[in-house]
């Protein structure tokens, strides 16, 4: 059964920093890309952060571009997202999800397996 699990949220202060993960399992993904999104009370889900099989490509949605860093460990199947400088307008579930194709993608309906989600709040 594939699974993604994501953890590491929480509450935090604006201009704080969480680190988010997503665990792997029941597949090898280190063919995959990889991506996160996230969803916001009343809106619709977005993209936040792609890497594509190797981690050697990466995209980020512009709300997030020079805050957040996505990386991902191939040997542990385990993805990151490097939350700094956050923002009260960053308080959403974030999702991982995988994709079974190598490059990165910024669609939602690119993406064939996700995680149920872990909530971030930021306080102003």
């Known amino acids: 059964q594939v699974q993604l699990v994501e953890s590491g949220g929480g509450l935090v202060q604006a201009g704080g920093s969480l680190r988010l993960s997503c665990a792997a399992s029941g597949r090898t993904f280190s063919t995959d890309a990889m991506g996160w999104f996230r969803q916001a009370p009343g809106k619709e889900r977005e993209f936040v952060a792609t890497i594509n099989w190797n981690g050697g490509s990466t995209y980020y949605a512009d709300s997030v571009k020079g805050r957040f860093t996505i990386s991902r460990d191939n040997a542990e199947n385990t993805m990151y997202l490097q939350m700094n400088s956050l923002k009260p307008e960053d308080t959403a579930v974030y999702y991982c999800?995988?994709?079974?194709?190598?490059?990165?993608?910024?669609?939602?309906?690119?993406?064939?397996?996700w995680g149920q989600g872990t909530q971030v709040t930021v306080s102003s």
């Open positions: 999800a995988a994709r079974t194709h190598f490059r990165e993608a910024t669609g939602i309906s690119e993406y064939d397996y």
